[in-house]
């Protein structure tokens, strides 16, 4: 079993930035790959950003390409999604999931556990 926690959202201004941390319980986190997802009110939860358990292989949404970046430190099983750039459509819940068998995915029937989600509102 598997517990995941996100912290860091909040509310901020079109250009600015905010670090999410998701904390995940349980002693085998390093093996397993990581994503982000969001989900705006009334449209379907999307994929953002991914790493591989070893964190050397990430990949991201063309939408925040260039302007996002996962990361994950493995001694206090902690993965991050740097923001920055942001903009009014980056408002969202945004969820960590871990994956427990195989590699890196994009789909969100891919993961196995979710955490509650932690709000990032952008205003213009």
């Known amino acids: 079993q598997v517990q995941l926690v996100e912290s860091g959202g909040g509310l901020v201004q079109a250009g600015g930035s905010l670090r999410l941390s998701c904390a995940a319980s349980?002693?085998?986190?390093?093996?397993?790959?990581m994503g982000w997802f969001r989900q705006a009110p009334g449209k379907e939860r999307e994929f953002v950003a991914g790493?591989?358990?070893?964190?050397?292989?990430?990949y991201y949404a063309d939408s925040v390409k260039g302007r996002f970046t996962i990361s994950r430190d493995n001694a206090v099983n902690t993965v991050y999604l740097q923001m920055n750039s942001l903009k009014p459509e980056d408002t969202a819940v945004y969820y960590c999931?871990?994956?427990?068998?195989?590699?890196?995915?994009?789909?969100?029937?891919?993961?196995?556990?979710w955490g509650q989600g932690t709000q990032a509102t952008v205003s213009s």
């Open positions: 790493v591989s358990w070893s964190g050397t292989t990430t």
């Open positions: 349980g002693r085998t986190f390093s093996s397993y790959a």
């Open positions: 999931a871990a994956r427990v068998f195989g590699g890196l995915g994009y789909r969100a029937d891919e993961y196995n556990y």
